[in-house]
Structure formats: C-alpha cells, structure tokens
C-alpha cells in the first residue's frame, strides 16, 4: 500500500472513534514499520463490537477498495 495514503486511513479510524463519545475510547499510532495500531476500551460489549464493526469495514474500505461484507448476526 502507498505510504501516503495511510494519514487518510488514520484520520478515519479517528473520526469513528471520537463518533462514539466516551463509551468507546481508542487511540491511533503509527508504528516504525508501514501500518496503523488501534487500541480499544470501551465501557459495554456492544460499543466494543459496534466499534470493530465500523473499524473493521472502514479499513476494509480505505485499504483494500472492498465494500462491507454480508455478515449475518443471529
């Protein structure tokens, strides 16, 4: 992946993360080899899951060029 689009991918991962107030806190780093960390804590199991969700198909989205997966939820 272009190093140069990671910035774009970090500010989206922020963006959701601070869409969710205080019942989901995260952090975004940039570590010394190519990629992104994200850390996660989060106050119920279902913001937790809702984050990953959103975190997950963004990424998906802004990496890859890949729409959001049919998921079945039971």
Same mark, same amino acid.
């Given at each position: 992946?272009?190093? *140069?689009?990671?910035?774009?991918?970090?500010?989206?991962?922020?963006?959701?993360? *601070?869409?969710?107030?205080? *019942?989901?806190?995260?952090?975004?780093?940039?570590?010394?080899?190519?990629?992104?960390?994200?850390?996660?804590?989060?106050?119920?199991?279902?913001?937790?899951?809702?984050?990953?969700?959103?975190?997950? *198909?963004?990424?998906?989205?802004?990496?890859?060029?890949?729409?959001?997966?049919?998921?079945?939820?039971?």
């Amino acid at each position: 992946m272009d190093p *140069d689009r990671w910035p774009a991918v970090r500010d989206t991962v922020a963006e959701i993360l *601070d869409s969710f107030g205080s *019942d989901l806190l995260g952090g975004v780093t940039e570590p010394p080899v190519p990629g992104l960390a994200v850390k996660l804590v989060s106050r119920s199991p279902g913001a937790l899951a809702r984050g990953q969700e959103l975190l997950c *198909d963004a990424t998906r989205r802004e990496v890859l060029g890949l729409a959001r997966p049919a998921r079945r939820h039971y």
